[in-house]
Each structure stands twice: as C-alpha cells, then as structure tokens.
C-alpha cells in the first residue's frame, strides 16, 4: 500500500531501450494508435466528432481542451488513467479496453509528483499524441 510503485500495464519493464531503438522511425506510432483505437469516437482531431459519436449515448469527449481544463496542463495521468480502463468520475464507463495496446513492452514514466509507474510504451506514445491534439 506506501509503495511509490505503481504499473499501469502487467507486462513489467520490457521495453526499457524500446523507444530510443525506434527513434527517427517514419511514422509516428501515437498517431497511428489514436486512428485505430480512438478516432472512430473522438474524431481524427480529438474534438468528439467521430462516425460513432451519435450513435453513443453519451458524446465523446472533447480531446483538444483536456489541458484548457486542467489550467494549461496536459493532464497525463488521467489521460493514461482512462485509456487504461480506470473508470474514473464516470459511473458507467463507455470507453472499451484497449487490452492489445497494454500488453506491450512496458518503461518507467515518471508521473508529476515524482512517482514512478510501469506503464506501456504504446499507451505514453498515444497519450503524447493526445497532447499535441491540444488547442
Ligand atoms: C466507443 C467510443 C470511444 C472510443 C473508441 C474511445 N473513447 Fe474516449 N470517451 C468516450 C466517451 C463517450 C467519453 C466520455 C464519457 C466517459 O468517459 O465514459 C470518453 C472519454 C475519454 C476521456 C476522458 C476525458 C475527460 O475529460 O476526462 C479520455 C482522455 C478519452 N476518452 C481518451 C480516449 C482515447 C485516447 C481513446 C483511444 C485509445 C478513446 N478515448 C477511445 C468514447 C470513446
């Protein structure tokens, strides 16, 4: 319980390297995740206007004010919080598990407070693609 020592993800650290190996690689694996998994719901630019959006129940929400809303800082945390399936303030959760995503290899992100969470490379890279959607 006092640990410091969280995991987003079960796979542990094996990807510590991964991302300095797939530097200068052309696409921009976030992107690409946030088209697959995300876009579909909250439009390719993260306003909530994707093809699914009027068929849900509740509207997406708006990705590209998520640091407006949190006085004009990208909230990460929460962001790699929700993707990963913690339900958060919202009673029924619409977003589905992204479980494919979170079985990848895994690095330490250093969360603002200094807290160190395992958590997978693929979910840092969609959320850093989330945050260059900001307005
Ligand atoms: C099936 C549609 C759907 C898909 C796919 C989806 N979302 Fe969502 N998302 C929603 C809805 C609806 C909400 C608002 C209600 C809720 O949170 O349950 C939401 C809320 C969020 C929030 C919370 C925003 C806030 O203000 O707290 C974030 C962050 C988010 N989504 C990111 C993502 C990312 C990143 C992906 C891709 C991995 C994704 N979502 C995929 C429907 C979806």
């Known amino acids: 319980m006092g640990s410091h020592f969280r995991s987003f ?8 390297g991964f991302l300095a190996a797939c530097a200068g690689a052309a696409p921009d694996p976030g ?17 909530g206007d994707g093809r699914l959006a009027p068929h849900l129940p509740a509207p997406p929400a708006d990705l590209t004010v998520l640091s407006a809303a949190n006085g004009g800082q990208f909230p990460t945390e929460h962001v790699l919080a929700t993707i990963h399936g913690y339900p958060g303030k919202h009673a029924v959760s619409l977003m589905p598990e992204f479980g494919p995503l979170l079985d990848g290899p895994s690095r330490i992100w250093v969360s603002p407070e200094g807290e160190e969470i395992v958590t997978p490379v693929a979910l840092l890279e969609l959320a850093g693609h989330v945050e260059s959607l900001q307005r």
């Open 9 to 16: 993800g079960a796979a542990g650290i094996l990807g510590l």
């Open 31 to 47: 992107r690409q995740t946030y088209l697959h998994y995300c876009a579909g719901c909250h439009g390719t630019t993260g306003a």
